[in-house]
């Protein structure tokens, strides 16, 4: 019973949210995948809708827009998918306040809230006067999380992350990490094993 209840909100959900999605949808179809103003805005709608309900209809218009979304994850109020390329896999969860970039999230991967998973490093470079470049896609670079990993609150993530891996609160991770550790810190370091190799 409880499984029906759960399948007919996601049903009621997609179509409560299907005009914000039909936008959307239709920008990435017009400019090609070149714009993503308008996939933004309507993000930042339904970022902001409180409670049960607003989880429901994040879930759903995520999964209308993103390249894939899985109708059994959780997406914190207050969080921010800001590329469609991003996919998410069965059993997610995202806290509050994340802001998740172009990225690729396994299977029962937890992230905390107001952690930050970027789309790669290299967004902004030097141009030949020595200023800073805007952001531009063709520099995006998908961040690949493995399953099983578990990202605590406020980390920031530029790197891949292993199968696994714990990441402690307010790390930063600037580089690859390999599966079934531990690190922690700035820049994140290792600390233990959690029992795969190293």
């Known amino acids: ?10 049903v009621v959900s997609q179509i409560l949210v299907f005009p914000l999605a039909l936008l959307s949808i239709l920008e990435d179809r017009l400019w090609k995948g070149n714009a993503e103003g308008v996939f ?3 993000a930042q709608i339904v970022a902001i809708l409180p409670g049960l309900p607003g989880a429901f209809l994040r879930r759903a218009y995520y999964s209308m827009t993103l390249k894939a ?34 990225a690729h999230l396994g299977s029962h991967t937890l ?3 107001r952690a930050s998973i970027l789309s790669g490093k290299p967004l902004h470079v030097l141009d030949e006067e020595g200023m800073w470049t805007p952001y531009s896609t063709e ?16 980390a920031i993530i530029f790197g891949d ?9 307010g790390s930063v991770v600037t580089s690859n990490i ?21």
């Open 178 to 198: 390999k599966p079934n550790i531990t690190v922690s810190g700035n820049p994140a370091r290792f600390v233990k094993n959690l029992g795969g190799k190293e």
């Open 1 to 10: 019973m409880k499984q029906t209840l759960k399948e007919i909100l996601i």
């Open 40 to 42: 933004l805005t309507c």
């Open 111 to 113: 992230v905390g809230s």
């Open 69 to 102: 979304c899985s109708n059994h994850c959780h997406i914190g109020f207050g969080t921010l998918i800001s590329h469609r390329q991003t996919i998410i896999h069965d059993h997610v969860y995202i806290g509050n306040y994340a802001l998740i970039g172009s």
């Open 161 to 169: 992350i292993g199968e696994g891996c714990m990441i402690g609160a």
């Open 139 to 154: 520099r995006l670079s998908m961040v690949y999380v493995e399953k099983n990993v578990w990202i605590g609150e406020g």
